[in-house]
């Protein structure tokens, strides 16, 4: 079964909640409560800091933001590398459920490819999310935030950013992302901006707490928003 857009308009390239890589998505059973206990509880901070939801004054009235956590390593490719995240457009849901959140099983950037399971079919992130996974098998946390006073502030802060040029959730941002690891210092950063998403930010970590603290102490800097 699949599902997404295989290609898109220019016009749609800014647009929030569209899958572009093509999803291999195979229906599960719902996570149980203790296996979505952690990463919901670091989603609703991000949501209560409004940098993860939906508004219907913003993004069209798209949800915006996501999270996920790296599981155990799945097969042996470097690429399949399995990890837990929302599902697609689940960000007007107030406390997510086993119901709301998909497993990527592998992720294949420079296919446009993502192989997935669960009640759910996972964010349209999820591209970005694996290849973050892939560049660093130490990383365990990624989490994509909204946040536009901090988004326009990355020059000012020297916070790494991919290129204007590369749309969300496409190959040619996973290898912008590769490009910030190999040529400059994310790693300490820990957060890089998405030059070509609309207040996009993407922060990571070992754990959950070292991902959000990389996102919030930058709030902090430049006021929340």
Same mark, same amino acid.
């Given at each position: 079964? $699949?599902?997404?857009?295989? %290609?898109?308009?220019?016009?749609? +390239? ?9 999803? $291999?998505? +195979?229906?599960?059973?719902? =996570? ?16 209560? +800091?409004?940098? /993860? ?18 599981? *155990? ?25 086993g119901d709301h959140y998909a497993v990527v099983r592998e992720c294949y950037p420079d296919e446009n490819r993502v192989v997935a399971e669960g009640p759910v079919p996972p964010s349209s992130e999820s591209l970005t999310h694996g290849i973050v996974y892939a560049l660093d098998d130490s990383l365990r946390w990624v989490i994509h935030a909204h946040a536009p006073t901090l988004w326009r502030e %990355? ?19 996973? #290898?912008?992302?590769?490009? =910030? ?9 820990? /957060?890089? *901006? ?8 993407? %922060?990571?970590? #070992? ?5 959000? $603290?990389?996102?919030?102490?930058? /709030? $902090? *800097?430049?006021?929340?928003?």
């Open positions: 079964m $699949e599902f997404g857009h295989t %290609a898109f308009t220019a016009s749609a +390239a800014m647009q929030e909640g569209i899958i572009r890589f093509t999803l $291999e998505f +195979a229906a599960a059973p719902a =996570l149980r409560h203790g296996e979505i206990t952690e990463i919901e509880g670091l989603r609703q901070r991000l949501r209560g +800091a409004r940098v /993860l939801g939906q508004d219907p004054d913003r993004y069209g009235g798209y949800g915006f933001g996501n999270v996920s956590r790296r599981l *155990a390593p799945y097969g042996e490719t470097p690429t399949a590398r399995r990890y837990l995240i929302t599902g697609t457009q689940t960000g007007v849901i107030p406390r997510l459920t %990355a020059a000012l802060l020297r916070l790494p950013t991919t290129h204007p040029a590369a749309a969300q959730g496409t190959p040619e941002m996973s #290898r912008e992302v590769k490009r =910030l690891f190999t040529e400059t210092d994310v790693r300490a950063y820990k /957060l890089f *901006a998405m030059g070509g998403h609309e207040d996009g930010l993407v %922060a990571f970590g #070992r754990t959950a707490a070292e991902a959000s $603290e990389a996102l919030f102490s930058k /709030l $902090e *800097a430049v006021g929340r928003s």
